[in-house]
């Protein structure tokens, strides 16, 4: 069964630290995909990268990086974790040129902040 | 600005009663309108893509329809496990997607 799979499913971090939300898929996608979700405001895009070693801002990039060395692999950073920053994250995959084909997510990283 | 919005916030339905849930959007280029279903502490599971006012799609007991300013997702005699959270997004356009904030359905037996 083809899959994305996030490494945490819950984690604590303190203010300032730097966090790391690593995630695989096996299905050769070429989209990736970085979301959160917060009640009441829905899914938002932090990046997105279409290929190896490339990125695009999504609509809420400020205070994360991204990075994508291989295919299967895309991990979102921190940089200086705060707490506006608690939230689900959630990875997802596409294939390329399938721009009105559904995201494959995964399961998410609930991130909290203290 | 692209916008989309679900309604109800959340709906309660008891097995066996029928009803719908809608999603209405302003966008300026539709290229896909999405449903998909989230389960607590889970990511969105990938239900339907609709492209095309009057395009209708089947999935058990859910259908999903669209018009040219909204999509419904019509439930026929839901059953408990049908319960979750239903959300809708649109693509306008290069990789830009838009969620609606979701419906939470609970269904009693």
């Known amino acids: 069964d083809v899959k994305v799979t996030q490494s945490s499913r819950y984690l604590v971090k303190r203010t300032g630290e730097k966090v790391f939300l690593e995630c695989v898929q096996d299905m050769d996608h070429e989209n990736m995909f970085w979301y959160r979700q917060d009640p009441g405001l829905g899914l938002r895009l932090i990046y997105f990268?279409?290929?190896?070693?490339?990125?695009e801002k999504g609509d809420i990039p400020e205070g994360y990086s991204v990075s994508r060395e291989k295919k299967e692999r895309f991990s979102l950073i921190l940089e200086s974790a705060s707490t506006n920053q608690t939230s689900m994250y959630l990875c997802?995959?596409?294939?390329?040129?399938?721009?009105?084909?559904?995201?494959?997510f995964g399961s998410g990283t609930r991130l909290t902040v203290v | 600005e692209d916008q989309v919005t679900q309604s109800p916030e959340a709906l309660r339905l008891q097995e066996g009663e029928s009803s719908s849930l809608n999603c209405s959007y302003t966008v300026s280029g539709l290229r896909g309108l999405f449903w998909y279903r989230q389960d607590p502490g889970k990511g969105p599971e990938f239900l339907f893509t609709l492209y095309s006012a009057g395009e209708e799609k089947e999935k058990e007991r859910l259908k999903a329809t669209l018009t040219k300013k909204e999509s419904f997702l019509h439930i026929t005699a839901p059953k408990p496990e049908d319960s979750a959270t239903y959300l809708c997004?649109?693509?306008?356009?290069?990789?830009?997607?838009?969620f609606g904030t979701g419906t939470k359905l609970q269904v009693i037996p």
């Open positions: 997004a649109y693509s306008g356009g290069y990789q830009k997607v838009t």
């Open positions: 990268s279409y290929d190896v070693k490339m990125k």
């Open positions: 997802a995959s596409r294939p390329i040129g399938q721009s009105s084909y559904g995201y494959t």
